[in-house]
């Protein structure tokens, strides 16, 4: 039986407007991810960068959003389920906004050691859970590679240094993605490799589920902002290495030419 996003309408459902339907779904596979690697000390500047902007205001409310898709889908389904939103922190008191109130009632009434003892608390059960990918499953979200993000397209580095102890500064361009695109891809197309093949649940096992990038056919960068992306001409499932391959030229080669290339280094 199809399981991956089978209460995906709970984002929809719970959202309220486009920007929290776009949002929510990726901000919920990087708090998941933090759980899952047990870090609890990302601020909301943090997670502001990895959405793409340099600020955002009302990422508070997306946070209010994500508690009620958790709250909903326990409901649903009838599984504990911890909340996420005590991963993040203030940069300035260590701990949640007071926004934290939204998932635990007089959270702001309490003294700070009684708040650092609640979201320690809470915290720990987030990063014990065992059941985060089937969450993800359920809501139709794929695993988070953010942390890949860096080393692949849609990013342009101008006048990148290193040397031995230094990074000199490096200007970056972020595109905005559509994370319902990249889903519907990878829920139409699967998680294989369109030019090398490989499936990494099938190579890795349990870790491997769900892993897989989106390439883009026409880079981000070369599309306007209103261009409404149609992920099955748009958006083609592959491999980090593959990916990486792709855009070794610009205009990046197409599958087809990728494929063509291996079949000749094989022969």
Not at 171 to 187: G, Q, W
């Amino acid at each position: 039986m199809k399981t991956f996003g089978k209460y995906s309408y709970i984002i929809d459902e719970v959202c309220g407007g486009k920007k929290a339907e776009d949002i929510v779904p990726q901000i919920i596979p990087i708090l998941i991810h933090w759980a899952k690697m047990g870090e609890s000390n990302h601020t909301y500047s943090d997670l502001t960068r990895e959405l793409g902007y340099d600020k955002f205001s009302g990422i508070g409310y997306q946070l209010g959003y994500v508690a009620d898709v958790i709250h909903r889908l326990q409901e649903i389904t009838h599984k504990e389920i911890p909340t996420l939103n005590g991963l993040i922190r203030s940069k300035n008191s260590n701990l949640p906004s007071s926004g934290f109130s939204y998932v635990y009632d007089s959270f702001n009434k309490l003294l700070e050691e009684k708040k650092i003892e609640i979201v320690k608390t809470k915290n720990e059960e987030a990063i014990k859970f065992d059941d985060w990918d089937w969450v993800l499953d359920m809501l139709g979200l794929n695993s988070w590679q953010g942390e890949l993000s860096s080393f692949f397209p849609d990013t342009i580095d101008e006048n990148t240094e290193y040397s031995e102890g230094l990074v000199t500064k490096v200007s970056v361009n972020r595109y905005e993605r559509s994370a319902e695109a990249r889903n519907k891809c990878i829920a139409a197309k699967g998680c294989k490799c369109a030019v090398c093949g490989i499936d990494f649940e099938k190579v890795y096992g349990e870790v491997g589920k769900g892993f897989i990038h989106v390439h883009h056919v026409t880079p981000i960068s070369g599309i306007g902002r209103d261009y409404k992306i149609d992920y099955k001409k748009d958006l083609v499932p592959v491999c980090p290495n593959c990916h990486a391959m792709l855009h070794r030229k610009d205009p990046p080669y197409t599958i087809k030419e990728l494929k063509e290339l291996i079949a000749l280094r094989n022969k």
